[in-house]
């Protein structure tokens, strides 16, 4: 039975090891803060941090996420700085409509000012490229970066 360090713990995953992270997450652990969108690693609201990185869970194996740290939107928002500080940016400007590809939308935005504390529109579109707003909130996710970025300087 592989284990997993999330969220700072080691968990036992019972689970295959070439199953992606996503399912171990969700089915179970019972973490369902990470969504499943698309399965192909196209649509990032499967996206996880993988040692402070973002990842597609959804296709990425639990092998390869042996020895390393797994970050969940649930650790980000409850006890990262960065995190908080995004998270409550998407609240002041109402960045989700329906709201199922915020969780990556989130984790994305968390590991973009993570490493860079004052993204430019280019930084934010390249480090948002690889995850789908359906509702089409792309203005307001990137007022929201910004907006977090300033709280954080």
Known sequence: ????????????????EST????????TLGLTGTKFGCGQAL????TVHLNGAPI?????PISA????????IEAVTASDKVGKA??????K?????????????IMSATALLQGKKKPTDADIDAAMAGNMCRCGTYVRIRAAIHD???TLA
């Open 1 to 16: 039975m592989p284990t997993l360090n999330i969220n700072g713990k080691d968990m036992a995953v019972d689970a295959d």
């Open 65 to 72: 996420a042996a020895g390393q740290k797994i970050t969940t």
């Open 93 to 105: 400007h109402d960045v989700a409509q329906c709201g199922y590809c915020q969780s990556g939308q």
């Open 148 to 150: 977090a970025a300033k």
């Open 56 to 60: 597609r869970s959804c296709v990425t």
């Open 43 to 46: 649509c990032g609201a499967c």
């Open 20 to 27: 992606p992270i996503l399912w171990a997450l969700r089915d």
């Open 86 to 91: 995004v998270h409550a940016a998407w609240v």
